[in-house]
């Protein structure tokens, strides 16, 4: 058995370099979205900051590591060989989980992975061991478990998740009163008492609170002990005159100063608190290891060692550092998981990134009158005054450059440091693994909230994926423990077996997971995908919006075809291909109906014609999608239920309806891709012709119904395919007469940067 423990060990240390990679792309983006977001600082910057401050907390972070050792179990009840299962376990799956939420893009905590994997692989190795034992019984699983201990890490996780919020919302609903969003003229003035506050607040917990989870606090405790109000006040002091000093010699806010001295506290108070989810494990099972070796390699001895307090290794934290640091410069998942978080605090808008459901809307009802009540209830003079200080700026912009500019201002983000540095902080000098991915979670979504970032517009859509990432946590808490106590089961029947075959399919599943986000991150935009109009003027959006109809007019066809197709071959692929295509399509004209409010906004007073135009031509390329969708369901749905086939003559006659739309949809296509207008009358005299012939099919199929027509589903299913012809040809007419009644070669196009 001596082999099998060295190979756990190594396999181990191997995993938990792999579980620094996974863990830091989840979490160290929560220290970098309030930079990121409110673009204050270049992201070169910003990483370079970050870096030092991992390193540093790297350093710090040694006091943490009794958290993995005898945190959540009780050592001297488990012998060697017991303890070493558990460690494999928790390794294993929590690298599993972790990648698992990245390649989702959902930010999921650290923190509770390793606390409930460890709780799940040391209940289930308990229960073994009681099922092995004459007198215990399920009463003495206390023994085993650190049950007051454990109590207290999930307590602290699950209460972070209210105080960050309430927090959160509280400090920057104070800050926004005082400062509003035009808060250029007021930084200025108070920019410099902000700064001290902020400043001071950040360096006197980050720094002096924090240092209580090192190893150095003993040798500076006689010195900082009893001194702490001449500490804040001399602190304040310096940095209000360094504010001052800033912003004199620069001609810049001290905000930035803020930004990116929170960023740096933020990632050393991350590194110092979370750096025991990563290695904590790891070392653990090392000093089992040494253990076991110097008491004469007894397997079964007991791990009652591992209640010592043993200082971390000072090179192994720096090389965690140094993993850390690099896969936050060249992690891609990093930057998927900060799009989840900076698109629901984003200030203004952008591409909702969830769904609203009953829930979400259940809240945001409850809310709005609770809101209302309180309006009610408190003086208008007063709610008038209070209201100016959250009035937006009223810029004019597209959705696309909406969401190309900050997410949020420099006030949000420097609030969003301040306390989530300081609520980490504190957590860390009491030595618990509080989640920091919760707290600046939940910070960002309490100073979204009270800055109204949550409007009517947003509300549904930003509380379901707040929701949703909260579910997530919960998922994360159960699937941990159920995975983890799963694993230490089937390894505790043959680890030589079991352990080889886990780690392969370990492998195997965190490559798949690489290649399947490196293909989504990789994917080129379609060429066929559609554009937002510029323009203001018809003949501007006649020109500009060409592009568009050729290729709706290109995918109509192929979708259309691929239909036809399918039901012809009884080709489910096919047809649910053509399902994924055609809601693409809906959902691409979705959205350039949704920017329609900032293309009016756009235009002139004299232009106000293009608008009129361009709605007109969006509701025609809707009419079309919605034929081309119930076209797409009907006949997927008729396949996937195992229904009669369509009959050899419905078949032909549907094959030549779209030899016809064939020869049809290719000459739009290139009359829009050439910008030949003058072409659309020569398509248009063909109508008679297409509808005739779709008429025609109709009336045979009448013919048969009444004659030879044994199945109602196919009657169905074919009268609901041509019907849907005549709508969709129906709306691809009205487009064409839209732009042969509006276009005039004569006049010269004119663009909305043109014409301002």
């Not at 936050?328 to 698109?343: D, Y």
């Amino acid at each position: 058995m001596d082999n099998i423990y060295l190979f756990m060990l190594i396999a181990i240390i191997v995993l938990a370099v792999a579980d620094i990679i996974v863990g830091v792309s989840n979490d160290a983006i929560n220290f970098l979205n309030s930079a990121i977001g409110s673009k204050a600082i270049s992201l070169r910057t910003i990483m370079i900051v970050a870096s030092l401050g991992i390193f540093i907390g790297a350093v710090f972070s040694s006091g943490m590591m009794e958290v993995a050792r005898k945190g959540i179990f009780v050592p001297a009840q488990f012998e060697f060989g017991e303890i070493m299962l558990i460690f494999m376990a928790v390794m294993i799956t929590d690298i599993l989980l972790l990648d698992f939420f990245n390649t989702l893009g959902m930010p999921t905590s650290t923190t509770v992975s390793i606390v409930f994997n460890l709780l799940g692989a040391a209940v289930v190795m308990s229960l073994i061991k009681i099922s092995h034992s004459e007198t215990q019984t399920l009463a003495d699983l206390g023994t085993y478990i650190n049950t007051a201990k454990a109590i207290e890490i999930i307590s602290g996780i699950l209460l972070s998740v209210v105080i960050a919020f309430s927090v959160g919302a509280l400090v920057q609903w104070i800050s926004r009163l005082l400062f509003t969003f035009n808060y250029e003229k007021r930084i200025k003035n108070f920019g410099v008492l902000f700064g001290g506050v902020a400043l001071t607040a950040i360096t006197y917990f980050i720094f002096l609170k924090g240092l209580k989870g090192t190893p150095y606090y003993k040798e500076l405790k006689g010195m900082l002990a009893g001194n702490e109000i001449y500490i804040i006040l001399i602190s304040f002091a310096f940095w209000v005159l360094f504010s001052f000093i800033f912003e004199k010699l620069t001609k810049k806010t001290v905000l930035l100063v803020v930004i990116a001295v929170g960023t740096f506290g933020l990632a050393l108070a991350f590194s110092g608190n979370d750096l025991v989810n990563f290695i904590g494990v790891p070392m653990a099972a090392y000093h089992s290891y040494e253990a076991w070796v110097a008491g004469g390699m007894d397997s079964t001895m007991s791990m009652a060692v591992l209640e010592k307090k043993v200082p971390a290794e000072p090179v192994l934290l720096f090389i965690a550092g140094t993993i850390m640091v690099l896969t936050l410069w060249f992690s891609k998942k990093a930057k998927t998981v900060a799009e989840t978080e900076i698109s629901l605090s984003r200030q203004g808008e952008t591409h909702e990134k969830f769904e609203p459901n009953s829930l979400s809307r259940g809240v945001v009802k409850v809310t709005t009158r609770l809101s209302n009540y309180f309006s009610a209830i408190i003086p208008s003079s007063l709610g008038d005054k209070i209201g100016k200080s959250f009035e937006k700026p009223n810029y004019t912009m597209t959705k696309s450059q909406s969401i190309d500019a900050p997410a949020f201002d420099m006030i949000r983000a420097s609030v969003n440091l301040m306390v989530a540095g300081v609520l980490i902080a504190i957590a860390t000098s009491m030595k618990l693994p509080l989640s920091t991915t919760y707290v600046t979670f939940m910070v960002a979504m309490g100073t979204s909230l009270a800055d109204k970032a949550w409007g009517r517009e947003s509300a549904v859509y930003r509380v379901a994926g707040v929701l949703n990432v909260i579910g997530g946590w919960f998922g994360t808490a159960l699937g941990a423990f159920i995975a983890a106590g799963t694993v230490v089961f089937l390894i505790s029947f043959n680890p030589r077996v079991i352990i080889p075959i886990l780690l392969l399919l370990t492998v195997l599943l965190l490559y798949r997971n690489y290649k399947s986000h490196k293909n989504k991150s990789t994917k080129i935009e379609d060429e066929d995908s559609l554009s937002e109009a510029e323009s203001s003027s018809v003949q501007g959006v006649i020109h500009e919006s060409a592009k568009n109809i050729s290729k709706v007019v290109k995918r109509t066809n192929r979708i259309y075809t691929n239909s036809v197709a399918g039901l012809a071959e009884q080709k489910l692929p096919l047809l649910k291909k053509s399902k994924t295509q055609v809601v693409k399509l809906s959902d691409e004209i979705d959205d350039l109906r949704d920017n329609i409010t900032y293309f009016i906004k756009n235009l002139d007073a004299s232009s106000l014609n293009a608008s009129g135009f361009y709605i007109n031509i969006l509701g025609h390329l809707q009419d079309m999608s919605q034929s081309l969708e119930y076209i797409s369901k009907i006949s997927y749905k008729h396949i996937n239920n195992n229904h009669k086939n369509l009959k050899s003559s419905q078949i032909n006659e549907l094959k030549e309806i779209d030899d016809k739309l064939e020869i049809f949809f290719s000459d739009i296509e290139k009359a829009f891709k050439s910008e030949s207008f003058e072409e659309i009358g020569v398509i248009l005299n063909e109508k008679k012709v297409i509808f005739d012939l779709v008429n025609e099919k109709i009336t045979k199929q009448i013919a048969r119904t009444r004659t030879e027509e044994s199945s109602p589903k196919n009657t169905t299913l074919y009268f609901g395919i041509l019907i849907e012809t005549k709508d969709l040809l129906n709306a691809t007419m009205n487009l064409l007469e839209e732009y042969h009644t509006s276009f005039d070669g004569s006049i010269e196009p004119a663009t909305i940067s043109a014409s301002k």
